[in-house]
């Protein structure tokens, strides 16, 4: 069935290396959202891409933070350098929007669990 | 700021028992609201939805949610509570120029 595929699901790495996650959201979906979630912020939007451009990353930390859609069956996120406070669950979602309006509901993948030591 | 507010970050009810989330919103424009629930370790997954039209809408797994304008809210409510409703709950909020964004949550935990 349709899902959406997060890779890797865990991560470990350590403070200043680079971390790459990657989704392949539902086949037919334009529109992909990364949300991060943590105990303290709970989950926070931080970027979405409509038709693989980006329209809003005023969620993320830019100077170490950038999310791409090379393709429409992949979106990525990276985080360079890292740091310790990284550490996260980073979700992936996908959704079909088919004018301008974003009312879309959104299908989650199962999260990358990312710890930074 | 439009946003969703969730009252009670925990709930604990008995098995059988009702089930009330709690969720209001401030919006200038007609908002969609969703209700989420998170397993553990698992991504969220919707439960129900509500877009326009009938402001009462029943969702999977029994949880249903009604739109109430005048009061802002989009409570989520199940008649009978079952142990397997344990989990992580989301009210969630988007507009027309605003991607879906998410409440603080509300853990429900379901006793035997």
């Known amino acids: 069935d349709a899902r959406v595929t997060q890779t890797p699901r865990h991560k470990v790495t350590e403070m200043g290396q680079e971390v790459t996650m990657r989704c392949q959201p539902i086949?037919?979906?334009?529109?992909v959202f990364w949300y991060r979630q943590t105990m303290m912020q709970g989950l926070e939007l931080l970027a979405y891409?409509?038709?693989?451009?980006?329209?809003?990353d005023s969620g993320m930390p830019k100077d170490r933070f950038s999310a791409e859609m090379p393709d429409a069956t992949l979106a990525t996120l990276k985080i360079q350098p890292s740091e310790p406070r990284d550490s996260a669950v980073y979700f992936c979602?996908?959704?079909?929007?088919?004018?301008?309006?974003?009312?879309?509901?959104?299908?989650f993948g199962q999260g990358t669990r990312l710890t930074v030591v | 700021a439009q946003s969703v507010t969730q009252l009670g970050s925990h709930v604990s009810v008995s098995e059988g028992a009702l089930v009330l989330l709690r969720c209001n919103y401030s919006?200038?424009?007609?908002?969609?609201l969703f209700w989420y629930v998170q397993y553990p370790n698992q991504g969220l997954q919707l439960l129900l939805k509500?877009?326009?039209?009938?402001?009462l809408v029943k969702g999977i797994n029994g949880f249903e949610a009604e739109f109430k304008k005048s009061e802002t809210s989009f409570h989520l409510t199940k008649p009978s509570a079952h142990m397997s409703d344990a989990a992580e709950y989301f009210c969630?909020?988007?507009?027309?120029?605003?991607?879906?964004?998410f409440g603080s949550g509300t853990r429900l935990q379901v006793q035997p």
């Open positions: 979602a996908s959704g079909l929007v088919l004018t301008g309006n974003m009312n879309t509901e959104a299908f």
């Open positions: 086949l037919g979906h334009n529109t």
């Open positions: 891409f409509r038709n693989r451009a980006p329209l809003d």
């Open positions: 919006s200038s424009v007609p908002p969609y």
């Open positions: 509500y877009t326009t039209g009938a402001t």
């Open positions: 969630g909020y988007s507009t027309g120029r605003r991607a879906l964004t």
